[in-house]
């Protein structure tokens, strides 16, 4: 299969290229340029140089591929909204070359606005940051092959650029590795290796959902995030007010608890890397 992957030089992505690179797959990646992505070339992808505004080039790119994987974002979180807007562009774009075709295109997105212990079927509420879900549906309306992969808040691994290193960092900014109240609020996570699998079994299985969750560990209490953390620095742990996380006590104090076992079930998808709260006892994220 010739799978046209955007962020292919991102966290997921990346990973995603050589899941599907090593299933036999050939892959064309969308980049910002050929410098950056100069090891992914040396693995024979094509590169498609643009970045998420390049309509025209998305395009073309998904009409000459037998599926397309959309995992770019932009995740400056000062201008969230248009990012958001951004990515429903694209999806609309990449979505509108398929359309007619039956090749299949699978969307990127989170779990926030979804009820503790959602499953699959759940719709996240009209508040949710990300607008790819909704992007979706609409082209799934108009006989589009699509689905969601929904990534836990945490996907882990050597190299997280994520939510976890802010967590880190702030607790070595302000001295203390602190939790919102209890700290009973549940984050859920997935290995990065883990997570590229879900993708790929989706392809070669049809694409015969509307959404899947790349989710691993699924309710890891916060507190517990914390607790890791402040052993690994030699900090102490403690509950905080909101406002000591600043920008992040949304995500901080958020409850994003989720089943995966459908996703299990349909793609016989087995989790095979360390749990969350191993990995960031690792000397990666501390050192």
């Known amino acids: 299969m010739h799978v046209f992957v955007t962020g292919s030089t991102g966290w997921v992505g990346s990973a995603v290229v050589n899941e599907l690179l090593n299933a ?15 090891a992914l070339i ?45 990515d429903r562009r694209a999806i609309e774009a990449l979505g509108g070359a398929l359309e007619g075709s039956q090749r299949p ?7 926030s606005g979804l009820p503790r212990g959602a499953t699959e079927a759940d719709v996240p509420g009209p508040a949710g940051p990300r607008k790819s879900e909704a992007a979706a549906r609409v082209l799934s309306e108009r006989g589009v092959r699509v689905a969601t992969v929904r990534l836990a808040p945490s996907v882990h691994g050597l190299g997280d650029h994520g939510f976890i290193p802010i967590v880190v960092r702030l607790a070595r900014e ?20 883990d997570a590229a699998k879900v993708y790929r079994f989706a392809l070669e299985k049809g694409v015969t959902e509307p959404v899947y969750h790349a989710v691993a560990d699924e309710a890891v209490p916060f507190r517990q995030i914390a607790e890791v953390i402040g052993r690994r620095l030699g900090l102490p742990v403690e509950p905080r007010e909101r406002e000591h996380f600043g920008w992040f006590a949304n995500m901080a104090g958020a409850d994003m608890a989720v089943s995966s076992a459908r ?19 690792q000397p990666g994220y501390s050192g």
């Open 24 to 38: 036999g797959h050939k892959v064309t990646g969308l980049a910002r340029n050929r410098e950056k992505a100069s």
């Open 42 to 86: 040396a693995q024979g992808v094509k590169i498609v140089e643009g970045t998420l505004d390049d309509i025209n080039v998305l395009r073309r790119a998904a009409e000459d591929s037998d599926a397309v994987i959309h995992t770019a974002f932009n995740h400056d979180f000062s201008r969230f909204t248009e990012n958001a807007e951004q």
């Open 263 to 281: 996703t299990r079930s349909l793609l016989q998808w087995e989790p095979a890397g360390p749990s969350l709260l191993a990995d960031i006892d």
């Open 105 to 111: 295109l699978l969307v990127t997105s989170g779990l």
């Open 174 to 193: 302000t001295g203390v590795s602190a939790y919102i109240g209890s700290g009973e609020n549940c984050w859920s996570g997935v290995y990065r290796l």
